[in-house]
């Protein structure tokens, strides 16, 4: 705990403090802001902190990779920056949609676990009444249906607190105009109005001016987002004409009076019309046209959730949930889709030749079957392509079935996978969608799967390099070398981490043929974005030439690793290079070897892609990518050696 709150506070001091944090969130591996200045962020600095493997900016996100135990650091950052920051941004100007999409993610992720929760309590508790184990008009009923509906019922406040939180301005001042906005007197109207009782709307100021719509803003979306982000300009444009000794309580005052008239008149209706407009779309097309629907949506999942418009659905989903009582469109597609992807990682599992692929298939497999698809997806399906493409096809044939049916869910879940089944009960106590349930997560996953099986795919060869050999290219020397190691197998392996951090590049691009070809041996090559080498194991130091340009490692598991920087730098006579470490030295992983000037030696017409060779391959049964491609960070698992 005390290791995690150091990591933490040195995180935010190096990131410019909790001033300089606009918003403060995390996925599964990564702490992530939005920082307000990017020049008071120390990037360099933050990567020496212990406990932090890597940082950098990807767009306008500073990102810092903490691994496994990102959850835990994150609860320790959160208690010194709480999501609240002041002053203006400074920086690279975003794209209107990944703006979009950041702003999305950054107001819903906060709430999924609330939404999650509850989505899933909701769902058990419509399969108890299915199966008769619940009477609704019993006592438990009410009070279990309270604590799973509360989320979805006052969702305006929710949102409300993560608008604000997201665009700097006060949550208790945005918490008044949701509170406004759910206030019994305009609740109760929609009510009566909703009953059949005559009701007119309110004129606000007796004028005539501005009569106020009666509407019902509970589990609504886009109306609160609105009206939150209107308080924001008019309470700071307020505060500029207040004089400050009365600022506390007139700022305030006066931008309420102008933002809820506003919100009631305008952007309430407005917001509300634009979310049934959207929903209104989607539900047009899946009941005009539900396997066409059903077939894009499901089938073009994975492409959704890469690019992150997944986000862009959760207001879609709620508001079908809100203004239908039930989702066709969002959760059902996305069900069908992450199952696929765990079929069809299955189907890899059993296919492959691959030990180390075989393990991670499994894994990466059962993780899509709870809901988390990113490991099977990127770390199986993609890299093989055939696999996705096969769950593509699977889940649009699926999904264009359950858009012609009618496939539904009744609430919403964070996690999208088996747990999601009972969001399938009808409330009604109507069994046909939870049956269909249980069938689609049937089909979902053994259509990938059997495909995968039948079909196939290009296996990870056994030289480790990427591609796979046609087997006519393999002569029968090189099979008798492969017989010869399998047979010495022991099923050890060894791994070795990333020497710095930069781009994976396959060693077959690199232009020195003696690499390429793996003529010294099985590696990979990463083009570097710092100015140091790290020991990739731990160990002994076995050669340093003069010119300081590469190192040979003695592994303390009998490996023998080469790292050399940049092509023909041994030119440069040690020019650009400072080796700290002499021959023979132990060093342990993680441990500065080499620093170099990377911009002095690109000056000089050389190149800096840098290149990490398993000089004893012949010894393993084979040497595998962990990571083939994209950003890698200093210490992250780069290559399998198997024994």
């Given at each position: 705990m005390s290791s995690h709150k150091e990591t933490a506070k040195q995180v935010v001091e190096k990131i410019g403090g909790r001033e300089n944090v606009n918003q403060a969130w995390h996925c599964v591996t990564r702490l992530r802001f939005n920082v307000n200045d990017r020049e008071k962020v120390q990037v360099e600095d933050i990567k020496k902190i212990n406990g932090v493997m890597g940082a950098q900016f990807s767009g306008d996100q500073f990102q810092v990779i903490i691994g496994n135990k990102v959850a835990d650091v994150f609860a320790e950052v959160e208690s010194l920056v709480g999501g609240l920051a002041g002053g203006e941004r400074k920086g690279e100007k975003q794209g209107v949609v990944s703006l979009v999409m950041d702003f999305i993610s950054g107001i819903f992720s906060p709430i999924l676990p609330a939404l999650a929760g509850a989505g899933l309590l909701k769902g058990f508790i419509a399969l108890f009444v299915t199966l008769g184990w619940l009477s609704t008009e019993g006592d438990t009923y009410q009070v279990l249906n309270a604590i799973g509906d509360s989320v979805f019922y006052f969702m305006p406040f929710f949102l409300a607190v993560s608008s604000a939180r997201k665009i700097r301005t006060n949550e208790y001042l945005a918490l008044t105009v949701a509170g406004t906005l759910m206030y019994p007197t305009f609740i109760n109207a929609y009510n009566e109005l909703a009953a059949g009782g005559q009701v007119q709307g309110f004129d606000l100021f007796g004028?005539?001016?501005?009569?106020?719509?009666?509407?019902?803003?509970?589990?609504?979306?886009?109306?609160?987002?609105?009206?939150?982000?209107?308080?924001?300009?008019?309470?700071?444009?307020?505060?500029?004409?207040?004089?400050?000794?009365?600022?506390?309580?007139?700022?305030?005052?006066?931008?309420?009076?102008?933002?809820?008239?506003?919100?009631?008149?305008?952007?309430?209706?407005?917001?509300?019309?634009?979310?049934?407009?959207?929903?209104?779309?989607?539900?047009?097309?899946?009941?005009?046209?539900?396997?066409?629907?059903?077939?894009?949506?499901?089938?073009?999942?994975?492409?959704?959730?890469?690019?992150?418009?997944?986000?862009?659905?959760?207001?879609?989903?709620?508001?079908?949930?809100?203004?239908?009582?039930?989702?066709?469109?969002?959760?059902?597609?996305?069900?069908i889709s992450n199952l696929a992807q765990g079929g069809a990682a299955f189907g890899v599992a059993v296919r492959t030749k691959n030990k180390q692929l075989k393990q991670l298939a499994v894994s990466a497999g059962i993780s899509a079957i709870v809901g988390i698809t990113e490991p099977a997806?990127?770390?199986?399906?993609?890299?093989?392509?055939?696999?996705?493409?096969?769950?593509?096809?699977?889940?649009?044939?699926?999904?264009?079935?359950?858009?012609?049916?009618?496939?539904?869910?009744?609430?919403?879940?964070?996690?999208?996978?088996?747990?999601?089944?009972?969001?399938?009960?009808?409330?009604?106590?109507?069994?046909?969608?939870?049956?269909?349930?249980?069938?689609?997560?049937?089909?979902?996953?053994?259509?990938?799967?059997?495909?995968?099986?039948?079909?196939?795919?290009?296996?990870?060869?056994?030289?480790?390099?990427?591609?796979?050999?046609?087997?006519?290219?393999?002569?029968?020397?090189?099979?008798?070398?492969?017989?010869?190691?399998?047979?010495?197998?022991?099923?050890?392996?060894?791994?070795?981490?990333?020497?710095?951090?930069?781009?994976?590049v396959p060693l077959a691009e690199v232009s020195d043929p003696t690499f390429a070809q793996e003529i010294m041996g099985k590696g990979i090559a990463i083009e570097p974005d710092e100015n140091r080498v790290v020991a990739p194991v731990s160990g002994s130091i076995m050669v340093l030439p003069d010119s300081q340009h590469a190192v040979g490692i003695k592994g303390d598991n009998g490996e023998e690793i080469l790292i050399h920087v940049g092509i023909d730098t041994v030119t440069l006579k040690g020019k650009h290079f400072k080796g700290l470490v002499n021959e023979g030295d132990s060093i342990e992983v993680g441990q500065t070897l080499i620093e170099f000037d990377r911009e002095a030696i690109r000056k000089e017409d050389l190149q800096t892609v840098t290149m990490m060779i398993v000089t004893n391959t012949s010894e393993y049964l084979d040497v595998l990518a962990i990571n083939q491609s994209g950003t890698i960070f200093e210490g992250e698992q780069l290559l399998t050696l198997v024994k």
């Open positions: 004028l005539g001016i501005i009569n106020i719509p009666i509407i019902n803003y509970a589990s609504s979306v886009i109306p609160i987002i609105l009206s939150v982000i209107l308080l924001k300009y008019v309470y700071e444009f307020v505060k500029k004409f207040v004089p400050s000794a009365v600022s506390l309580m007139f700022s305030s005052m006066i931008a309420l009076l102008i933002v809820m008239p506003l919100a009631f008149w305008l952007i309430g209706p407005l917001g509300t019309n634009i979310g049934n407009m959207l929903s209104g779309i989607f539900a047009w097309l899946f009941e005009h046209a539900g396997p066409v629907g059903g077939l894009l949506m499901a089938g073009l999942m994975p492409i959704i959730v890469m690019t992150g418009m997944h986000y862009a659905f959760a207001p879609i989903a709620i508001q079908n949930l809100s203004q239908f009582g039930y989702d066709n469109i969002i959760s059902p597609m996305m069900f997806m990127y770390g199986v399906n993609m890299k093989l392509k055939k696999p996705l493409i096969y769950a593509m096809i699977s889940s649009g044939i699926l999904g264009a079935f359950a858009g012609w049916y009618g496939f539904k869910t009744f609430t919403m879940s964070g996690l999208v996978g088996i747990f999601t089944i009972p969001a399938f009960a009808d409330p009604s106590g109507a069994m046909g969608s939870l049956i269909f349930a249980i069938i689609f997560f049937a089909l979902s996953i053994m259509l990938p799967f059997i495909m995968v099986i039948i079909l196939g795919f290009e296996d990870l060869p056994e030289d480790g390099a990427g591609t796979a050999k046609p087997a006519a290219e393999k002569d029968a020397q090189a099979a008798d070398k492969t017989e010869e190691k399998k047979a010495a197998a022991t099923g050890k392996q060894v791994i070795v981490q990333s020497p710095l951090k930069g781009t994976i």
